[in-house]
């Protein structure tokens, strides 16, 4: 029989009518009463998560309520029609001939464009050929952004052009605004932030363009609100195709996770302001509540004090002895718990080892927890969720980049383990993670390792272009690094087996601040040229960066092997593992025999890196550097190696020289900042990280690092900006 | 350090060298606890090492702690770069299981990515 019945259904337990003031009844409302499945557990540990019941489900949440992600959505509504226009072109000229409609003939050839300069030297003010303004809108578009891009280049302010109506649609401007940020940025990179600010403001003030939107990097993919949570499920763990239901799920988390970094903070406020562990000692009661006792426990513990002091208050010895009184007693101080009609004994009787006990509770609720969500999103269409997913995949060409971004994360099968067997228990166990497992499984296959594949940009505007690998080198050599990848992805794309393009992709990601990719590309060079030296030289750095031991001596082994002159040597038999002093011997010994190769000496000294034998590199690379003083990736491997050795003064010196000599060098800028922040200047470092996120906004070690500094120098008030990667925000207050 | 194949000896030798050369003492003012790291290549509790984050002493050595340490941490060789590089949320990887923790959970909570100086890259 159920206590409720035992209790409040039978008026005999309440003689005189007095059910309704009735402690019993109170008692066991409070127990009972809020006990019912959809009250049972709702709260990750700590009482201040609100979880949203059911019903708040129902109501779609306010997508605005995601920090960074408005303009995804709001992108992802709005046709594309004319934005695919623009996409098809190329860069600068490109750039400026795409929003040529196809019927016109090029605005300006050669000849037009030796007129403008001309202009410039014989005027002594800095005017312009005003561009064409009459005609179609397209043409007058044109003709604006090609007097700003020869402004740019020119080094002249731009001077605003009063321009008629052109009726851009959002994603048009949406477009032309984040573009010209990027392109400005680079053109104009000797010149100040503001003025680069100012610049961008007044190109788009003339376009009617509003500049105060978020300036955002070019990529942005057929899902961009997916990308936007993948992006961030490296701190977060967030599902992004079920938006619908986990939305509010996923908000819960963003404010949670608002400062991460600042663990203890978060912590505190969750657990209650004073520490937990004299919370504990002083309080066992609380210490049930803050372990994970959820509220109806907490409730009926309140009502069975009262009920405990009025039962105290009789002072018949034979009631005071009574097995109920002891009962009720102890449910007020939390030792018994009821639960589901069942009494449990309660959390704060078991006083021994607290943190085990934290873990058990915490995993307790974990496991509800996520039982809990698996049932609400299968109720909410999970697999209706999962079908659309099959269907996605079985499309192929755009889910594969889903993938590929999928597995650049590195988060698959951890994260599927983690699911079925992880915290949340055996409990989750349940046909939605089954599916979600198979879809896994299925899309490894598809795409390959997890690691190692390279992960293309999504709408390149290269594609298409006749010769995309000569476009990569100019920009390349121009030092347009973000500019140059895409460029170069086109040409793989056309080309898979140019080992040349894929070799320039991966050191163009690798002065870009990103190994993986760097890695990825350098894989696919490698397979198309085994034996090129500078990608095997590439590889093996890469690897280092990466902390990758093995690897990285396996390639710079197989370079000695391959060298022509140094191939006698290494014996030329494949190893799997070269013992590190092993190869550092052989490559001393080439030395030797040349000592005016400087590459020798490259090698040496990541060798000696590997090896953390720091003092050793230095001196490598400063005799590298004797040989080829203008290499300006040298200068900053000397730095990287002095940073590493704690030298932080002298590296920032190398990094100096490296940037004098390729001033878009993003590695450079973000190993500056780490120089910085490792002398503690946390200030400084923060300059430095903004200055290789504004060229180079997927660097995502340089964002991360950027957030580590933010909360060291305690500017959490920037935070949500880092957060949400507005670059204006950023630039604006932390200017170099 | 010496010996260890996990990625994660590198760093902790330049948490060695960092807090020999004098930056220590502000993090032994600031956390003053002695961590033990449990790490393992691939799975928890599979093939680990260990070693000692002593930020009384502002040391760093390999091998059990001896004595108690304030807080006992385990995790993979990659969660633990994650964690140490701000990539992953401690708090976050505690929830997800990929951090388990033993002993004082205030001093766990000191444990944060501002510890460990960042790797720079050649």
């Known amino acids: 029989m159920a206590m409720r019945h035992l209790i409040t259904g039978q008026g005999n337990c309440a003689p005189d009518g007095a059910s309704s003031s009735n402690p019993f009844g109170n008692l ?45 959505f709001k992108q992802d509504q709005l046709p594309l029609a004319r934005g695919a226009d623009f996409i098809r072109g190329g860069p600068s000229h490109d750039w400026v001939e795409s929003f040529r409609p196809p019927g016109l003939p090029e605005f300006a050839g050669p000849d037009a464009e030796f007129k403008e300069f001309e202009q410039i030297f014989n005027n002594t003010g800095p005017t312009f050929g005003p561009p064409v303004l009459d005609g179609p809108p397209q043409r007058v578009l044109s003709g604006v952004l090609r007097s700003f891009l020869s402004s740019g280049q020119a080094g002249v302010p731009f001077q605003p052009v009063p ?32 003025y680069i600010q100012a610049q961008v403001n007044t190109l788009l003030h003339s376009l009617d363009i509003d500049s105060n939107y978020r300036m955002k990097g ?131 009787s078991q006083s021994s080892g607290w943190a085990d006990e934290f873990q058990t509770q915490h995993n307790a609720n974990a496991n509800s927890w996520a039982d809990q ?41 951890e994260w599927a383990e983690e699911f079925s067997g992880g915290a949340f228990g055996e409990s989750s166990a349940d046909p939605w993670v089954d599916e979600f497992q198979n879809q896994l499984s299925a899309s490894k296959q598809n795409s390959g390792a997890s690691r190692g594949v390279y992960v293309f940009s999504d709408m390149n505007p290269y594609v298409g272009h006749p010769n995309p690998m000569q476009e990569g080198q100019e920009l390349f050599r121009k030092g347009l690094l973000s500019e140059a990848v895409l460029a170069l992805e086109a040409e793989v794309l056309k080309n898979p087996d140019n080992a040349e393009g894929w070799r320039l992709l991966g050191i163009t990601h690798a002065e870009n601040d990103d190994d993986q990719q760097a890695i990825a590309a350098m894989m696919r060079a490698q397979e198309a040229d085994p034996k090129n030296l500078e990608v095997l030289l590439a590889l093996g750095v890469s690897h280092t960066n990466e902390l990758e031991q093995g690897e990285a001596l396996r390639y710079l082994h197989s370079w000695l092997q391959n060298h ?24 001393n010994e080439a030395a030797q025999m040349s000592p005016e190769d400087a590459d020798v000496h490259i090698v040496l000294g990541v060798l000696y890196n590997l090896s953390r034998e720091y003092d050793k590199a230095i001196a490598s690379f400063k005799t590298a550097l004797q040989l080829k003083p203008q290499d300006y990736s040298l200068w900053n491997k000397l730095g990287a190696t002095q940073a590493n050795s704690i030298q932080s003064a002298d ?19 973000a190993n500056m900042g780490i120089s910085y922040a490792n002398q503690g200047l946390y200030e400084d470092s923060i300059r430095y990280y903004v200055r290789a996120v504004a060229m180079n906004p997927k660097a995502d070690n340089a964002w991360q690092y950027l957030r580590i500094s933010l909360s060291n120098a305690s500017r959490a008030d920037m935070i949500a900006a880092c957060d949400s990667r507005n670059l204006d925000v950023l630039q604006k207050e932390f200017p170099l | 350090m010496e010996g260890s194949n996990l990625k994660s000896a590198a760093l902790l030798e330049q948490l060695r060298v960092h807090l020999a050369s004098g930056a220590g003492e502000e993090l032994v003012e600031k956390i003053g606890f002695v961590y033990q790291l449990n790490i393992s290549p691939k799975r928890i509790g599979v093939d680990e090492e260990v070693f000692v984050v002593d930020l009384r002493k502002g040391v760093v050595s390999k091998g059990a702690y001896e004595g108690k340490p304030d807080a006992t941490f385990f995790f993979t060789d990659d969660d633990f770069l994650a964690i140490s590089s701000g990539k992953l949320n401690p708090q976050m990887a505690f929830i997800m299981g990929k951090l388990k923790i033993k002993g004082s959970i205030s001093a766990a909570q000191k444990f944060t990515p501002d510890i460990f100086p960042k790797p720079s890259k050649l």
């Open chain 1, 163 to 194: 321009v008629p109506a052109l009726g851009l649609s959002e994603s048009d401007k949406q477009c032309i605004r984040d573009r010209s940020c990027i392109m400005a940025r680079h053109i104009l990179a000797d010149q100040p932030e503001e």
């Open chain 1, 28 to 72: 066991a409302n409070a127990i009972l009463g809020q006990s019912s499945k959809t009250q049972a557990i709702k709260e990750l540990p700590g009482s201040s998560v609100n979880v949203p019941t059911t019903s708040e489900f129902g109501a779609a949440a306010p997508l605005s309520t995601i920090p960074g992600s408005e303009n995804e």
């Open chain 1, 373 to 413: 969500f698996v049932h609400e999103e299968m109720s909410q269409g999970a697999d209706k969720w999962a079908s659309e997913f099959s269907s996605e995949y079985n499309q192929g060409g755009l889910n594969d980049n889903w993938v590929d971004e999928f597995s650049k994360l590195r988060v698959d099968d």
């Open chain 1, 218 to 348: 070019p990529m942005h993919g057929p899902y961009p609100e997916m990308e936007e949570y993948w992006n961030q499920s490296q701190s977060a763990m967030r599902s992004a195709p079920m938006h619908n239901a986990a939305d509010k799920w996923i908000t819960e988390f963003g404010k949670q996770n608002n400062n991460p970094e600042d663990w203890a903070h978060s912590f505190e406020q969750q657990y209650g302001p004073s520490g937990w562990a004299s919370e504990f000692e002083q309080h066992q009661s609380q210490m049930a509540m803050t372990g994970g006792v959820n509220m109806a426990n907490l409730a009926a513990m309140e009502q069975s004090r009262m009920l405990a002091q009025t039962l105290a208050s009789n002072n018949d010895p034979k009631f005071q002895n009574s097995k109920f009184f002891q009962f009720v007693s102890k449910m007020s101080r939390g030792e018994l718990i009821i639960e589901d009609n069942q009494v449990k004994q309660g959390s704060a």
């Open chain 1, 564 to 587: 022509p002159r140094y191939g006698g040597i290494a014996p030329p038999q494949p190893t799997d593992s070269p013992y590190g002093p092993d190869v550092i011997r052989l490559f």
């Open chain 1, 651 to 669: 590296a920032i010196l190398a990094y100096q020289q490296a940037l004098d000599l390729k001033p878009n060098y993003v590695r450079a800028w």
